[in-house]
């Protein structure tokens, strides 16, 4: 049985069987980047890695090019981080070494007394390694994730083998509503729609992400419905588990249904946009009525010269792991580059965020 409500765009499998506070205290959602890449030790390139409280990858990124003097144009990062969180993430900065500040200074004299007892807000930086190439967007292992579920109500047991699920069988990998933003998705087809285009290469990049991830997202609530979302059906785009290649499946036969069972293949949804999708028959049919669905942003993502692309319809997180404290439930998890910790949130609960900063 899906869950799902008159309002529920991202129905799941299973009934959620608690209610909980999530983000009482920046501390209770802990995120660690794991990198694809360690940093050589030379090159034009610094590599920070850097701790903060109640401060976005956004912010981080200004306040190095501001300190470098390079600018915001040479400063990158691999994932963009929750504000109302404690994290930790690499950033590049391309500087000289000449003008290279000296970073745990600059990064401690911005934590006074005044700001952090204003916002709560501050940053450490723990690790600045040079490397002879920049930090791209989208180059990183995965996240580690430890979460507190706070005044937890409902059924336990439930929630254990909802857990156990995610844990064995893997779950729905939806886009999270970080990816949204407040208004990204209305904005985008505002825009797309014949309005005036965003300023910066970085708001462009947003909106036509929030665009293409509504039409996913659309798409894999369809198959989650149907109760397909995690087997391959004949015109179905597989993906090998672990990397980015993808697959046509013109037929099923015993052995893709086995490889799909033990987790070794998955099927995908469409990241829209100009090109092939390489799904034939009902497959293709139904994504192309979802997507006509939102004719502005479909035909906005080809128009602005997106390439289509095809996403894992499921999730496998690399570790799952939980524990009970009186009525707060810890969450530990190990999640892939581009996987959302608050879809297994979404799985066992509603959860009632107590973040009122936005």
């Given at each position: 049985?899906?869950?799902?409500?008159?309002?529920?765009?991202?129905?799941?499998?299973?009934?959620?069987?608690?209610?909980?506070?999530?983000?009482?205290?920046?501390?209770?959602?802990?995120?660690?980047?794991?990198?694809?890449?360690?940093?050589?030790?030379?090159?034009?390139?610094?590599?920070?890695?850097?701790?903060?409280?109640?401060?976005?990858?956004?912010?981080?990124?200004?306040?190095?090019?501001?300190?470098?003097?390079?600018?915001?144009?040479?400063?990158?990062?691999?994932g963009?981080?929750?504000?109302?969180?404690?994290?930790?993430?690499?950033?590049?900065?391309?500087?000289?070494?000449?003008?290279?500040?000296?970073?745990?200074?600059?990064?401690?004299?911005?934590?006074?007394?005044?700001?952090?007892?204003?916002t709560?807000?501050?940053?450490?930086?723990?690790?600045?390694?040079?490397?002879?190439?920049?930090?791209?967007?989208?180059?990183?292992?995965?996240?580690?994730?430890?979460?507190?579920l706070?005044?937890?109500?409902?059924d336990?047991?439930?929630?254990?083998?909802?857990?156990?699920?995610?844990?064995?069988?893997?779950?729905?990998?939806?886009?999270?509503?970080?990816?949204?933003?407040?208004?990204?998705?209305?904005?985008?087809?505002?825009?797309?729609?014949?309005?005036?285009?965003?300023?910066?290469?970085?708001?462009?990049?947003?909106?036509?992400?929030?665009?293409?991830?509504?039409i996913?997202?659309?798409?894999?609530?369809?198959?989650?419905?149907r109760?397909?979302?995690?087997?391959?059906?004949?015109?179905?785009?597989?993906?090998?588990?672990?990397?980015g290649?993808?697959?046509?499946?013109?037929?099923?036969?015993?052995?893709?249904?086995?490889?799909?069972?033990?987790?070794?293949?998955?099927?995908?949804?469409?990241?829209?946009?100009?090109?092939?999708?390489?799904?034939?028959?009902?497959?293709?049919?139904?994504?192309?009525?979802?997507?006509?669905?939102?004719?502005?942003?479909?035909?906005?993502?080809?128009?602005?010269?997106?390439?289509?692309?095809?996403?894992?319809?499921?999730?496998?997180?690399?570790?799952?792991?939980?524990?009970?404290?009186?009525?707060?439930?810890?969450?530990?998890?190990?999640?892939?580059?581009?996987?959302?910790?608050?879809?297994?949130?979404?799985?066992?609960?509603?959860?009632?965020?107590?973040?009122?900063?936005?």
């Amino acid at each position: 049985m899906s869950r799902e409500t008159e309002n529920d765009t991202t129905p799941y499998p299973w009934l959620p069987p608690l209610v909980a506070t999530i983000k009482a205290e920046p501390e209770d959602f802990r995120v660690e980047e794991v990198p694809a890449t360690t940093p050589e030790g030379q090159g034009e390139h610094v590599w920070l890695e850097i701790e903060k409280r109640l401060l976005n990858s956004e912010d981080v990124a200004v306040w190095l090019g501001r300190e470098s003097g390079a600018g915001r144009g040479r400063v990158s990062y691999a994932g963009r981080k929750d504000r109302q969180a404690v994290t930790r993430q690499w950033f590049s900065v391309q500087c000289p070494p000449e003008s290279e500040p000296d970073w745990a200074g600059r990064a401690e004299a911005w934590n006074s007394p005044q700001e952090a007892e204003a916002t709560g807000s501050w940053m450490r930086v723990l690790r600045v390694v040079r490397h002879a190439r920049k930090l791209r967007t989208g180059h990183l292992a995965g996240n580690r994730f430890e979460i507190r579920l706070g005044a937890v109500q409902g059924d336990r047991a439930a929630a254990e083998s909802i857990l156990a699920a995610v844990r064995d069988g893997g779950i729905p990998n939806y886009f999270g509503a970080q990816r949204f933003g407040r208004d990204n998705l209305e904005r985008a087809r505002a825009w797309l729609g014949g309005g005036r285009a965003p300023r910066s290469r970085n708001q462009r990049s947003l909106l036509l992400s929030a665009a293409r991830s509504a039409i996913f997202n659309a798409v894999l609530a369809a198959r989650v419905r149907r109760g397909d979302w995690d087997r391959l059906l004949p015109g179905d785009v597989a993906n090998l588990e672990g990397s980015g290649s993808v697959f046509a499946v013109p037929e099923v036969d015993a052995e893709l249904e086995a490889r799909a069972a033990r987790l070794d293949i998955h099927p995908t949804g469409p990241l829209w946009g100009r090109g092939a999708m390489l799904t034939a028959g009902e497959v293709a049919a139904l994504e192309a009525a979802i997507a006509a669905e939102e004719p502005v942003l479909a035909e906005g993502l080809e128009q602005e010269g997106v390439r289509a692309a095809r996403r894992s319809l499921r999730m496998v997180p690399r570790a799952v792991a939980w524990r009970w404290e009186g009525d707060d439930l810890w969450l530990s998890l190990e999640l892939g580059a581009g996987e959302y910790a608050t879809g297994v949130l979404d799985a066992i609960g509603n959860a009632r965020d107590a973040d009122r900063s936005g």
